[in-house]
C-alpha cells in the first residue's frame, strides 16, 4: 500500500519532533560535559529547522499532525535521557539507529514520490542527506562502542519503525 502524501508530511514532522525531543533528553543528562555533547547540540538544532519547516508545510497543506505527539515527547526524552546515562557511546548507539532507520524511511518515501511532488521530495531529499550526516557522526563518535551495541542497536529501530508506522495514521 503506498503511502499518502498526507501521511509522508505527518510522519515527517512527527519524527523530526521526536528527534528534538532524544536529544534534549540526552542533553539533559550530559549536559555539556562529554565528548559529544556539541555533535549532540548541533543535531538537535539541524532537526529543529527540519521540524520548523515541517510545522509549515503541515499548515501550507491542511494536515494534522499526529495525535501521538504527547507520547513521542515523553517517549523521545526517556529515550534520550536512557541513552545517555549509559554513556556518551549509547548516546551516539541511539542516534545511529535512528538515523538509519530514518535514511531507509525517507529513501522509500523519495521512491514512491518519483517527480510528483517537487517540494516535498526536495525536503525529503535534504533532510535525508542531514540524517546521513548524523549517522556518520554518531558512528564515527563510538556508537559501536556502546555497551551490547548489536542489542540497543537494533532494539532502537524496531521502536523507530513502530513509530513511523503509527504516526502516519494517527
Known amino acids: 500500500m503506498s503511502e499518502t502524501r498526507e501521511a509522508m508530511v505527518r510522519v515527517n514532522q512527527a519524527g523530526e519532533f521526536g528527534a528534538i525531543r532524544i536529544y534534549a533528553g540526552q542533553l539533559a543528562v550530559m549536559g555539556d560535559r562529554t565528548s559529544v555533547s556539541g555533535e549532540i547540540a548541533t543535531m538537535a538544532q539541524q532537526e529543529a529547522a527540519h521540524r520548523e519547516r515541517f510545522d509549515a508545510l503541515l499548515v501550507k497543506r491542511g494536515v494534522r499532525p499526529t495525535a501521538l505527539q504527547p507520547l513521542w515527547s515523553a517517549a523521545g526524552f526517556a529515550l534520550g535521557a536512557a541513552t545517555a546515562l549509559i554513556g556518551p557511546e549509547a548516546a551516539m548507539a541511539c542516534t545511529a539507529a535512528i538515523e538509519t532507520e530514518i535514511d531507509r524511511h525517507y529513501t522509500e518515501q523519495l521512491e514512491q514520490?518519483?517527480?510528483?511532488?517537487?517540494?516535498?521530495?526536495?525536503?525529503?531529499?535534504?533532510?535525508?542527506?542531514?540524517?546521513?550526516?548524523?549517522?556518520?557522526?554518531?558512528?564515527?563518535?563510538?556508537?559501536?562502542?556502546?555497551?551490547?551495541?548489536?542489542?540497543?542497536?537494533?532494539?532502537?529501530?524496531?521502536?523507530?519503525?513502530?513509530?513511523?508506522?503509527?504516526?502516519?495514521?494517527?
Open 113 to 170: 514520490l518519483g517527480s510528483e511532488d517537487p517540494e516535498l521530495s526536495t525536503m525529503i531529499r535534504e533532510f535525508r542527506d542531514d540524517e546521513r550526516e548524523h549517522r556518520d557522526t554518531a558512528l564515527a563518535s563510538g556508537a559501536e562502542r556502546a555497551p551490547a551495541y548489536p542489542l540497543l542497536f537494533n532494539a532502537i529501530r524496531i521502536g523507530c519503525r513502530v513509530a513511523i508506522a503509527v504516526s502516519k495514521h494517527i
